[in-house]
């Protein structure tokens, strides 16, 4: 059947694969036909988005990549890629000051230098094939708008939208596309630690055009075209999905 | 802990509002300069401070400066 957004036959590796938009990153590239290498820092859950993933020959690499040995470890052992999907990510709502060196290094270590360490060492090992396409998850905070209490957060997403742009240029000649994938509010648990109270996310939701938050699947369908044959001519762009959110 | 230099703690997170108005007693959500951003800075300040991780409900549940203080001293 004719489809150019079918990921058949390409290898793709999706960091934060436990939870989240990494997990529906994960299931729905597995419908579209990839092999799949995924990690995540938690064993149980990331063995339950394994199960659920469609098809067969794929990878779970437990992993914590704070660590630099952790990212050296899964470099050596993902297979050669087609597409690298970057979903591992953290919010830490805290008003500027008090943010310290800690959630700094915490914030901009998840967010932002692990997926540039690990792009560094995926390609100077030859995992990046020529015409690869890779994905970082960035956000609207930090490129298009913040939060009360977001600016680390913001700072993290803005410094991986910077990145792209560079990387994007660097990486042409290789044809190794880089794109990153702008959501706004989606219903995951990346505020489960309950500083921010239900109360005032159904708030939030009334600032939503489209009066609702984005499913993670819907950031999958963006990232799976992304990863795809149909966008073998986009790179160094941003792709916003917010339910216009950002319109107001 | 002392409750009143938890209730200090929590009037210097104001701008505008003047210390002494600050009570155990003071209903916070009353104060016009009440916010979203005042109250993740209250669960910061208890974090820093006092090294308690106070959730977003424990600031909904409460009405009083006190009753964060008492919950503040409960988890310690």
């Known amino acids: ?248 | 802990m002392e409750l009143i230099n938890f209730v200090k703690d929590f009037a210097e997170l104001f701008e505008e509002t003047d210390a002494n108005f600050f009570k155990p007693s003071t209903k916070f959500r009353d104060i016009e300069e009440w916010s979203s951003l005042v109250a993740l800075s209250v669960i910061a300040m208890a974090f820093v401070k006092y090294k308690v991780r106070l959730s977003g409900d424990d600031i909904r549940k409460s009405l009083t400066i006190e009753d964060i203080f008492n919950i503040v001293k409960a988890k310690q």
């Open chain 1, 1 to 248: 059947m004719y489809n150019p957004f079918s990921l058949k036959d390409k290898t793709v590796f999706i960091t934060g694969a436990s939870s989240g938009i990494g997990k529906a990153v994960a299931i729905e590239c597995s419908r579209m036909g990839s092999r799949l290498c995924i990690t995540g820092r938690n064993a149980e859950r990331l063995n339950e988005t394994y199960m659920q993933l469609e098809g067969s020959g794929h990878l779970q690499l437990v992993a914590d990549l704070q660590s630099e040995d952790a990212i050296r470890s899964v470099v050596d052992r993902v297979p050669v890629l087609d597409g690298i999907v970057y979903c591992a990510g953290i919010a830490r709502p805290l008003p500027f000051q008090f943010t310290g060196k800690e959630t700094l290094e915490e914030v901009m270590g998840i967010n932002f230098n692990s997926p540039v360490i690990l792009s560094q060492l995926l390609l100077e090992n030859k995992k990046i094939k020529k015409g690869a396409s890779i994905v970082f998850i960035s956000s609207v905070s930090g490129v298009f708008c913040s939060s009360a209490g977001g600016s680390i957060y913001s700072a993290s997403k803005g410094a991986i939208n910077g990145l792209v742009k560079g990387m994007a240029l660097d990486l042409a000649p290789k044809m190794i596309r880089v794109n990153t994938v702008n959501p706004g509010m989606i219903d995951t648990n990346i505020f489960s630690e309950g500083t921010i109270t239900q109360e005032q996310l159904t708030e939030d939701i009334k600032r939503y055009p489209l009066k609702r938050f984005g499913k993670p699947e819907e950031v999958a369908y963006s990232v799976i075209y992304l990863l795809s044959d149909a966008s073998s001519w986009v790179t160094g762009s941003s792709l916003l999905i917010d339910g216009g959110f950002t319109l107001l």
